[in-house]
C-alpha cells in the first residue's frame, strides 16, 4: 500500500499537482509495482497475464455500456 500511495503522489507530482521530485522516480515506483505484481502472482500461482486479459476484457464491456 505504500508503494501505491507514492506512485499516487508522485504521478500528482508529474501532473503538477505536489511539490516537484523526480519523473525518473515515478517511472522507476511504477516499474517496482509491476514487479510486486508479477512477483505477487507467482508466488499465488496465479496467472498474471490472465488477471491483466481478464479485467481489460471486463473493463472494455463496461465502457461499452
Known amino acids: ?3 501505491a500511495a507514492l506512485v499516487r ?3 500528482m507530482d508529474h501532473e503538477g499537482r505536489w511539490p516537484k521530485t ?3 522516480e515515478l517511472a522507476y515506483k511504477i516499474g517496482e ?3 510486486w505484481l508479477a512477483t505477487l502472482a507467482k508466488r ?3 496467472s498474471l497475464e490472465e488477471c491483466v486479459q481478464h479485467f ?3 473493463k472494455e464491456n463496461s465502457l461499452r455500456k
Open 1 to 3: 500500500m505504500t508503494d
Open 9 to 11: 503522489r508522485l504521478t
Open 22 to 24: 523526480s519523473d525518473d
Open 33 to 35: 509495482s509491476v514487479w
Open 44 to 46: 499465488t500461482g496465479i
Open 56 to 58: 481489460l476484457e471486463d
